[in-house]
Protein backbone atom coordinates (compact mmCIF):
# COMPACT_ATOMS: atom_id res chain seq x y z
CA UNK A 1 0.00 0.00 0.00
CA UNK A 2 2.76 2.47 0.34
CA UNK A 3 3.54 1.85 -3.25
CA UNK A 4 -0.54 2.43 -4.01
CA UNK A 5 -0.08 5.97 -1.89
CA UNK A 6 2.94 6.83 -3.95
CA UNK A 7 1.20 6.29 -7.23
CA UNK A 8 -1.50 8.35 -6.08
CA UNK A 9 1.16 11.39 -4.96
CA UNK A 10 2.60 11.12 -8.37
CA UNK A 11 -0.48 10.82 -10.44
CA UNK A 12 -1.96 14.12 -8.74
CA UNK A 13 -2.46 17.11 -11.60
CA UNK A 14 -2.50 19.54 -8.77
CA UNK A 15 0.47 19.05 -7.80
CA UNK A 16 1.85 18.96 -10.65
CA UNK A 17 0.87 22.01 -11.74
CA UNK A 18 1.93 23.75 -8.94
CA UNK A 19 5.81 22.21 -9.73
CA UNK A 20 5.42 23.32 -13.73
CA UNK A 21 3.01 26.70 -14.37
CA UNK A 22 3.83 29.58 -12.41
CA UNK A 23 1.59 32.61 -12.95
CA UNK A 24 2.80 35.98 -12.19
CA UNK A 25 1.23 39.58 -13.64
CA UNK A 26 -1.00 38.02 -15.67
CA UNK A 27 1.12 35.75 -17.20
CA UNK A 28 1.18 32.02 -17.42
CA UNK A 29 4.40 30.67 -17.55
CA UNK A 30 5.51 27.14 -18.85
CA UNK A 31 7.95 25.58 -21.20
CA UNK A 32 9.48 28.49 -21.64
CA UNK A 33 6.59 30.21 -23.16
CA UNK A 34 5.27 33.36 -21.32
CA UNK A 35 0.96 34.03 -22.08
CA UNK A 36 -0.56 36.86 -20.97
CA UNK A 37 -4.08 37.20 -20.31
CA UNK A 38 -6.70 40.01 -18.86
CA UNK A 39 -10.20 38.21 -19.25
CA UNK A 40 -9.38 34.45 -19.19
CA UNK A 41 -11.97 31.60 -19.10
CA UNK A 42 -11.40 28.34 -17.65
CA UNK A 43 -13.26 25.12 -19.28
CA UNK A 44 -11.92 22.18 -17.14
CA UNK A 45 -13.44 18.34 -18.35
CA UNK A 46 -12.08 14.87 -17.53
CA UNK A 47 -11.66 12.56 -14.48
CA UNK A 48 -8.57 15.15 -13.11
CA UNK A 49 -11.31 18.68 -13.58
CA UNK A 50 -11.35 19.47 -9.63
CA UNK A 51 -7.99 19.53 -9.02
CA UNK A 52 -6.80 20.93 -12.30
CA UNK A 53 -9.96 23.87 -12.15
CA UNK A 54 -8.63 24.24 -8.07
CA UNK A 55 -5.17 24.99 -9.48
CA UNK A 56 -6.67 27.87 -12.02
CA UNK A 57 -9.16 29.52 -9.50
CA UNK A 58 -6.63 29.67 -7.01
CA UNK A 59 -4.10 31.99 -8.78
CA UNK A 60 -6.29 33.90 -11.50
CA UNK A 61 -9.03 36.17 -11.38
CA UNK A 62 -11.09 34.03 -14.10
CA UNK A 63 -14.14 35.89 -15.83
CA UNK A 64 -15.58 32.47 -16.16
CA UNK A 65 -15.11 28.64 -15.83
CA UNK A 66 -17.41 25.43 -16.78
CA UNK A 67 -16.03 22.14 -14.77
CA UNK A 68 -17.56 18.86 -15.86
CA UNK A 69 -16.67 15.70 -13.71
CA UNK A 70 -18.02 11.96 -13.51
CA UNK A 71 -21.15 11.63 -11.30
CA UNK A 72 -20.41 11.16 -7.64
CA UNK A 73 -17.24 12.69 -7.69
CA UNK A 74 -17.93 17.00 -7.12
CA UNK A 75 -17.80 16.80 -3.39
CA UNK A 76 -18.99 19.99 -1.83
CA UNK A 77 -17.93 21.69 -4.50
CA UNK A 78 -20.01 23.98 -6.57
CA UNK A 79 -21.20 24.97 -10.04
CA UNK A 80 -19.81 21.92 -11.16
CA UNK A 81 -21.56 19.81 -13.98
CA UNK A 82 -21.48 15.62 -12.96
CA UNK A 83 -22.07 14.17 -15.94
CA UNK A 84 -21.93 10.43 -17.19
CA UNK A 85 -18.95 8.52 -17.56
CA UNK A 86 -17.94 5.59 -19.43
CA UNK A 87 -20.96 6.09 -21.34
CA UNK A 88 -22.46 9.90 -22.06
CA UNK A 89 -26.04 10.85 -20.71
CA UNK A 90 -28.00 14.04 -20.44
CA UNK A 91 -25.29 15.69 -18.26
CA UNK A 92 -22.88 15.78 -21.09
CA UNK A 93 -24.93 17.39 -23.40
CA UNK A 94 -25.91 19.95 -21.11
CA UNK A 95 -22.13 20.23 -20.65
CA UNK A 96 -21.36 20.80 -24.85
CA UNK A 97 -24.58 23.14 -24.91
CA UNK A 98 -22.76 24.96 -22.03
CA UNK A 99 -19.52 24.65 -23.51
CA UNK A 100 -20.56 26.20 -27.14
CA UNK A 101 -22.56 28.96 -25.23
CA UNK A 102 -19.31 30.26 -23.18
CA UNK A 103 -17.38 30.49 -25.76
CA UNK A 104 -19.59 32.03 -27.77
CA UNK A 105 -20.99 34.63 -25.62
CA UNK A 106 -18.62 35.38 -22.70
CA UNK A 107 -16.11 38.28 -23.18
CA UNK A 108 -12.57 37.01 -23.04
CA UNK A 109 -9.42 37.06 -24.31
CA UNK A 110 -7.95 33.55 -23.31
CA UNK A 111 -9.07 30.14 -23.66
CA UNK A 112 -7.49 27.63 -20.79
CA UNK A 113 -8.19 24.18 -21.18
CA UNK A 114 -7.73 21.69 -18.65
CA UNK A 115 -8.06 18.57 -20.06
CA UNK A 116 -8.10 14.88 -18.48
CA UNK A 117 -9.20 11.55 -19.29
CA UNK A 118 -12.61 10.89 -18.91
CA UNK A 119 -13.30 14.05 -20.81
CA UNK A 120 -14.92 11.79 -24.10
CA UNK A 121 -18.38 10.66 -22.20
CA UNK A 122 -18.41 13.88 -19.99
CA UNK A 123 -19.19 16.34 -22.76
CA UNK A 124 -20.71 15.73 -25.77
CA UNK A 125 -22.93 17.62 -28.67
CA UNK A 126 -24.08 15.48 -31.70
CA UNK A 127 -26.97 15.58 -33.94
CA UNK A 128 -27.18 11.40 -32.48
CA UNK A 129 -29.85 11.11 -29.45
CA UNK A 130 -28.39 10.50 -26.19
CA UNK A 131 -30.20 6.37 -26.70
CA UNK A 132 -28.02 5.94 -29.88
CA UNK A 133 -25.01 7.91 -28.32
CA UNK A 134 -25.06 5.61 -25.26
CA UNK A 135 -25.40 2.28 -26.94
CA UNK A 136 -22.55 3.08 -30.32
CA UNK A 137 -20.29 4.07 -26.89
CA UNK A 138 -20.88 1.16 -25.03
CA UNK A 139 -20.32 -0.91 -28.18
CA UNK A 140 -17.14 0.74 -29.10
CA UNK A 141 -15.88 0.19 -25.25
CA UNK A 142 -16.37 -2.97 -24.68
CA UNK A 143 -15.33 -4.31 -28.24
CA UNK A 144 -11.26 -4.20 -27.54
CA UNK A 145 -10.85 -2.17 -30.57
CA UNK A 146 -7.98 -0.03 -28.36
CA UNK A 147 -8.41 3.65 -27.66
CA UNK A 148 -7.30 5.41 -30.12
CA UNK A 149 -9.78 3.85 -32.84
CA UNK A 150 -12.71 4.69 -30.43
CA UNK A 151 -11.95 8.00 -30.43
CA UNK A 152 -11.55 8.25 -33.37
CA UNK A 153 -15.03 7.38 -34.07
CA UNK A 154 -16.19 9.30 -31.08
CA UNK A 155 -14.00 12.53 -32.88
CA UNK A 156 -16.17 12.78 -36.69
CA UNK A 157 -19.64 11.55 -35.09
CA UNK A 158 -19.26 14.69 -32.67
CA UNK A 159 -19.72 18.53 -33.21
CA UNK A 160 -17.20 19.78 -30.94
CA UNK A 161 -14.64 16.70 -30.42
CA UNK A 162 -11.35 16.13 -32.66
CA UNK A 163 -10.89 20.05 -32.77
CA UNK A 164 -14.54 20.92 -33.46
CA UNK A 165 -14.88 22.87 -30.73
CA UNK A 166 -11.82 25.41 -31.72
CA UNK A 167 -14.53 26.86 -34.46
CA UNK A 168 -16.81 28.34 -31.31
CA UNK A 169 -13.96 30.24 -30.05
CA UNK A 170 -13.90 33.61 -31.12
CA UNK A 171 -11.55 35.40 -33.56
CA UNK A 172 -7.97 35.52 -32.85
CA UNK A 173 -8.33 33.93 -29.15
CA UNK A 174 -5.50 32.25 -28.24
CA UNK A 175 -6.06 28.59 -26.54
CA UNK A 176 -3.76 26.89 -24.19
CA UNK A 177 -4.55 23.22 -22.80
CA UNK A 178 -3.01 21.43 -20.03
CA UNK A 179 -3.32 18.08 -20.75
CA UNK A 180 -3.04 14.46 -18.32
CA UNK A 181 -3.05 11.92 -21.03
CA UNK A 182 -4.13 8.68 -20.35
CA UNK A 183 -3.70 7.50 -23.54
CA UNK A 184 -0.72 5.13 -24.46
CA UNK A 185 1.80 7.20 -26.82
CA UNK A 186 0.27 10.35 -25.45
CA UNK A 187 -1.63 11.20 -28.80
CA UNK A 188 -2.86 14.58 -27.92
CA UNK A 189 -5.45 14.24 -30.97
CA UNK A 190 -6.67 11.04 -29.03
CA UNK A 191 -6.56 12.44 -25.26
CA UNK A 192 -10.67 13.49 -24.41
CA UNK A 193 -11.03 12.72 -28.24
CA UNK A 194 -8.85 15.51 -28.94
CA UNK A 195 -11.27 18.60 -28.25
CA UNK A 196 -8.43 20.98 -28.74
CA UNK A 197 -6.09 19.47 -31.20
CA UNK A 198 -6.18 19.20 -35.05
CA UNK A 199 -7.18 15.47 -36.46
CA UNK A 200 -5.15 13.65 -38.96
CA UNK A 201 -7.99 10.89 -38.59
CA UNK A 202 -10.98 11.13 -41.60
CA UNK A 203 -14.27 10.56 -41.76
CA UNK A 204 -12.85 7.26 -44.32
CA UNK A 205 -10.90 5.67 -40.95
CA UNK A 206 -14.43 6.44 -38.74
CA UNK A 207 -16.43 4.51 -41.41
CA UNK A 208 -13.80 1.35 -41.47
CA UNK A 209 -14.04 1.68 -37.76
CA UNK A 210 -18.00 1.84 -37.98
CA UNK A 211 -18.19 -1.68 -40.29
CA UNK A 212 -15.60 -3.57 -38.49
CA UNK A 213 -17.85 -3.28 -34.67
CA UNK A 214 -21.21 -3.43 -37.29
CA UNK A 215 -21.89 -0.03 -36.89
CA UNK A 216 -22.13 1.46 -40.30
CA UNK A 217 -25.24 2.88 -40.35
CA UNK A 218 -24.28 5.68 -38.50
CA UNK A 219 -22.05 6.62 -41.17
CA UNK A 220 -24.28 9.39 -42.16
CA UNK A 221 -23.55 11.48 -39.48
CA UNK A 222 -19.68 11.82 -39.77
CA UNK A 223 -18.21 14.95 -40.28
CA UNK A 224 -14.81 15.67 -41.08
CA UNK A 225 -12.23 16.67 -38.29
CA UNK A 226 -10.20 20.09 -38.93
CA UNK A 227 -6.74 19.82 -39.92
CA UNK A 228 -5.58 23.13 -39.55
CA UNK A 229 -6.33 25.86 -37.28
CA UNK A 230 -5.98 29.84 -38.13
CA UNK A 231 -5.36 30.31 -34.14
CA UNK A 232 -2.85 30.02 -31.49
CA UNK A 233 -3.52 26.67 -29.93
CA UNK A 234 -0.79 25.39 -27.59
CA UNK A 235 -0.90 21.72 -26.38
CA UNK A 236 0.90 20.92 -23.04
CA UNK A 237 1.11 17.49 -22.14
CA UNK A 238 1.31 17.91 -18.18
CA UNK A 239 1.73 14.60 -16.84
CA UNK A 240 1.90 10.91 -18.42
CA UNK A 241 2.10 7.87 -17.24
CA UNK A 242 5.75 7.76 -18.05
CA UNK A 243 6.52 10.35 -15.45
CA UNK A 244 4.96 8.52 -12.75
CA UNK A 245 6.64 5.33 -13.33
CA UNK A 246 9.85 7.42 -13.37
CA UNK A 247 9.02 8.98 -9.96
CA UNK A 248 7.96 5.68 -8.55
CA UNK A 249 11.34 3.52 -10.03
CA UNK A 250 13.49 6.46 -8.04
CA UNK A 251 11.99 4.82 -4.69
CA UNK A 252 12.44 1.41 -5.43
CA UNK A 253 15.90 -0.23 -5.46
CA UNK A 254 17.09 -2.13 -8.23
CA UNK A 255 13.85 -1.54 -10.62
CA UNK A 256 13.52 -1.78 -14.08
CA UNK A 257 10.67 0.51 -16.41
CA UNK A 258 9.78 -2.25 -19.06
CA UNK A 259 7.32 0.51 -20.85
CA UNK A 260 4.53 2.92 -20.22
CA UNK A 261 2.57 1.86 -23.49
CA UNK A 262 1.73 -1.98 -22.79
CA UNK A 263 -1.79 -2.36 -24.98
CA UNK A 264 -3.84 -5.85 -26.16
CA UNK A 265 -6.07 -8.15 -24.39
CA UNK A 266 -5.59 -8.07 -20.75
CA UNK A 267 -5.04 -11.46 -19.87
CA UNK A 268 -2.23 -11.57 -22.79
CA UNK A 269 -0.65 -9.09 -20.78
CA UNK A 270 -0.93 -11.14 -17.83
CA UNK A 271 0.87 -14.03 -19.84
CA UNK A 272 3.35 -11.52 -21.47
CA UNK A 273 4.85 -10.00 -17.87
CA UNK A 274 4.57 -13.64 -16.65
CA UNK A 275 6.63 -14.69 -19.37
CA UNK A 276 8.94 -12.05 -18.51
CA UNK A 277 9.33 -13.18 -15.03
CA UNK A 278 9.91 -16.67 -15.74
CA UNK A 279 12.64 -15.64 -17.84
CA UNK A 280 14.27 -13.96 -14.88
CA UNK A 281 13.78 -17.18 -13.36
CA UNK A 282 15.73 -19.83 -15.32
CA UNK A 283 18.18 -18.05 -18.01
CA UNK A 284 21.26 -15.86 -17.54
CA UNK A 285 19.02 -12.03 -18.16
CA UNK A 286 20.33 -9.17 -16.39
CA UNK A 287 17.99 -9.49 -13.80
CA UNK A 288 18.86 -10.63 -10.24
CA UNK A 289 16.73 -10.46 -7.16
CA UNK A 290 15.83 -8.35 -5.57
CA UNK A 291 13.99 -6.61 -8.32
CA UNK A 292 11.26 -4.60 -9.47
CA UNK A 293 9.58 -4.42 -12.75
CA UNK A 294 7.44 -1.59 -13.56
CA UNK A 295 4.73 -1.29 -16.72
CA UNK A 296 2.12 1.10 -17.59
CA UNK A 297 -0.68 1.32 -20.62
CA UNK A 298 -3.96 0.31 -21.19
CA UNK A 299 -5.12 -3.39 -22.16
CA UNK A 300 -7.94 -4.02 -23.58
CA UNK A 301 -11.15 -6.04 -22.35
CA UNK A 302 -13.13 -7.41 -24.99
CA UNK A 303 -16.77 -8.51 -23.76
CA UNK A 304 -19.09 -10.91 -25.50
CA UNK A 305 -22.48 -11.43 -23.47
CA UNK A 306 -22.93 -11.02 -19.81
CA UNK A 307 -19.67 -9.65 -17.72
CA UNK A 308 -19.33 -10.22 -13.97
CA UNK A 309 -17.81 -7.99 -11.62
CA UNK A 310 -14.35 -7.18 -13.38
CA UNK A 311 -11.60 -5.26 -14.82
CA UNK A 312 -8.65 -4.90 -17.27
CA UNK A 313 -6.45 -4.98 -14.14
CA UNK A 314 -8.08 -7.97 -12.46
CA UNK A 315 -7.75 -10.09 -16.07
CA UNK A 316 -3.65 -9.29 -16.03
CA UNK A 317 -3.38 -9.98 -12.31
CA UNK A 318 -5.27 -13.33 -12.52
CA UNK A 319 -3.01 -14.69 -15.98
CA UNK A 320 0.10 -13.07 -14.44
CA UNK A 321 -0.57 -15.29 -11.65
CA UNK A 322 -1.91 -18.69 -14.03
CA UNK A 323 0.94 -18.85 -15.90
CA UNK A 324 3.95 -17.41 -13.50
CA UNK A 325 6.07 -20.62 -12.65
CA UNK A 326 5.88 -21.14 -9.03
CA UNK A 327 8.56 -21.89 -6.43
CA UNK A 328 9.85 -18.56 -5.69
CA UNK A 329 8.03 -15.18 -4.09
CA UNK A 330 6.22 -12.97 -6.18
CA UNK A 331 4.14 -9.99 -5.70
CA UNK A 332 2.38 -8.47 -8.82
CA UNK A 333 0.79 -5.03 -8.01
CA UNK A 334 -2.35 -3.92 -10.89
CA UNK A 335 -3.65 0.06 -10.42
CA UNK A 336 -5.80 2.03 -11.80
CA UNK A 337 -5.12 5.32 -11.68
CA UNK A 338 -8.31 6.64 -11.26
CA UNK A 339 -9.02 4.63 -8.44
CA UNK A 340 -12.06 2.31 -10.90
CA UNK A 341 -11.11 -0.78 -12.54
CA UNK A 342 -13.74 -1.74 -15.05
CA UNK A 343 -17.03 -2.38 -13.57
CA UNK A 344 -15.68 -2.94 -10.18
CA UNK A 345 -15.49 -0.87 -6.85
CA UNK A 346 -11.84 -1.26 -7.13
CA UNK A 347 -9.19 0.15 -8.06
CA UNK A 348 -6.57 -2.88 -8.34
CA UNK A 349 -5.51 -5.89 -7.16
CA UNK A 350 -2.41 -7.82 -5.76
CA UNK A 351 -1.44 -11.55 -6.46
CA UNK A 352 1.55 -13.25 -4.69
CA UNK A 353 3.02 -16.43 -4.83
CA UNK A 354 1.36 -17.66 -2.21
CA UNK A 355 -1.89 -17.56 -3.16
CA UNK A 356 -3.58 -20.99 -4.20
CA UNK A 357 -6.19 -20.45 -6.51
CA UNK A 358 -7.04 -23.28 -9.14
CA UNK A 359 -6.37 -22.67 -12.09
CA UNK A 360 -9.56 -23.86 -13.20
CA UNK A 361 -11.14 -20.79 -11.20
CA UNK A 362 -9.05 -18.65 -12.84
CA UNK A 363 -10.39 -19.90 -16.14
CA UNK A 364 -14.10 -19.02 -15.66
CA UNK A 365 -12.85 -15.71 -13.76
CA UNK A 366 -11.54 -15.24 -17.03
CA UNK A 367 -14.13 -16.59 -19.66
CA UNK A 368 -17.29 -14.34 -17.04
CA UNK A 369 -14.94 -11.15 -16.86
CA UNK A 370 -15.24 -11.93 -13.21
CA UNK A 371 -12.07 -11.09 -11.94
CA UNK A 372 -12.61 -9.19 -8.77
CA UNK A 373 -15.82 -11.80 -7.64
CA UNK A 374 -12.51 -14.23 -7.13
CA UNK A 375 -9.69 -12.06 -5.95
CA UNK A 376 -12.49 -11.11 -3.46
CA UNK A 377 -12.26 -14.43 -2.11
CA UNK A 378 -8.81 -14.06 -1.43
CA UNK A 379 -7.88 -10.87 0.35
CA UNK A 380 -6.60 -9.55 -3.26
CA UNK A 381 -8.41 -6.79 -4.14
CA UNK A 382 -7.31 -2.88 -3.57
CA UNK A 383 -9.63 -0.09 -3.13
CA UNK A 384 -8.90 3.60 -2.98
CA UNK A 385 -12.11 5.44 -4.04
CA UNK A 386 -12.09 7.57 -6.56
CA UNK A 387 -8.80 9.61 -7.29
CA UNK A 388 -9.53 12.75 -9.06
CA UNK A 389 -7.03 11.50 -11.96
CA UNK A 390 -6.20 9.22 -14.62
CA UNK A 391 -2.65 8.30 -16.42
CA UNK A 392 -3.58 4.86 -16.73
CA UNK A 393 -2.96 1.54 -15.34
CA UNK A 394 0.80 0.77 -13.27
CA UNK A 395 1.81 -2.35 -12.93
CA UNK A 396 4.38 -3.19 -10.61
CA UNK A 397 6.12 -7.12 -9.84
CA UNK A 398 8.40 -7.35 -7.22
CA UNK A 399 10.88 -10.53 -7.01
CA UNK A 400 11.87 -10.40 -3.40
Not at 321 to 348: I, Q
Request: proline fraction near 4%.
Amino acid sequence: MDIVEKILEYSNPYNVLQEKVKIKDNSLLFNNENIPFNKPILISVGKASLPMARFFSERIELKAKLIVTPKGTKGKENNVIEAGHPLPDENSIEAGKKMIELLTTEDYDLVIFAISGGASALVEYSEISLDELRMINKILVTSGIGINKINIVRKHLSKIKGGKILEYIKDKIPVVSFIVSDVPGNDISSIGSGLTSIDTSTNENALEILKDIGLERYSKYLTETPKSVSRIVKNYIILDNMEVLKKVANILDNSFILTSEIRGEARDVGAIIASIYNSSENYNVPLRRPYYLLLGGEPEVTIQGKAGKGGRNGEVCLSFLKYAKKGNRFELLGLATDGVDGNSEYAGCKVTSDMKIAEDDIDTALETHNSYGLLENYGGTIKTGYTHTNVNNIYVLRAP
